[in-house]
């Protein structure tokens, strides 16, 4: 009988302690992820996607980039590739990065193309992989949540409507355009943003609203 409790309580030690080691590693990807949100949205990143956006379309125009500007955007796209790197190696919850970034990373990745294209052609290697992969789920999580071609479309040129398995949202695209500031400029403020944020629709809706550019 004694036997059998010391086994029980062995037991109910090892539950315990693996529960406060998931918990702990939960704790700490929150922690990791919140902190590198705050740092993707800092003004010197979004002013690199800004340039990314309104500046690096075609090979004339990134050979025209001061060389400030160049590494500004280099800086911006590598901080998508370590984000992706964090993900393939679950340093962070995908799911968590999914809610706030998918629409982000998919039209910075489809902006960048030509960019990286340019860097491909002058340096001869591609090292953004971890980011192509990073928009390649981001892809297919938004065509997972129910996004129509058209909408998703829409979404990534900065239109105003998105339709999610036949219900139309609106989110203010236009709060996020390059010339704006981001709707969410601290970690604290987007914790308070997704208390307030219920379902995981309405969560997709609000990245475009709290990660900007």
């Known amino acids: ?57 075609d090979e004339a125009s990134i050979a025209e980039l001061s ?55 002058r340096d001869g290697y591609h090292v953004l992989d971890s980011f192509e992969n990073l928009a390649a789920r981001a892809e297919r999580e938004l065509l997972r949540r129910g996004a129509t071609s058209a909408a998703f479309t829409s979404a990534l040129q900065g239109q105003a409507e998105l339709t999610v398995s036949g219900t139309t949202r609106y989110a203010r695209i236009s709060s996020v355009q390059p010339s704006s500031p981001p709707a969410y400029t601290s970690a604290v403020r987007v914790r308070h943003a997704a208390r307030k944020i219920t379902t995981r629709r309405d969560r997709w809706a609000a990245s475009l609203l709290g990660s900007g550019w």
Do not use: C
């Open 1 to 57: 009988m004694l036997a059998l409790i010391s086994v029980v309580i062995s037991l109910m030690a090892v539950g315990f302690s693996i529960l406060v080691f998931v918990d702990n590693r939960r704790r700490d990807q929150r922690d990791l992820f919140l902190k590198i949100h705050q740092q993707m949205i800092g003004e010197r990143l979004q002013r690199g996607r800004r340039i990314l956006f309104q500046k690096a379309k």
């Open 67 to 121: 060389d400030e500007e160049y590494r500004e955007i280099n800086e911006a796209l590598s901080f998508y590739n370590i984000l992706g790197f964090y993900v393939q190696n679950r340093y962070v919850r995908e799911r968590d990065v999914m809610e706030f970034w998918a629409v982000p990373v998919v039209r910075a990745w489809k902006a960048a193309k030509p960019f990286i294209a340019y860097r491909v052609s």
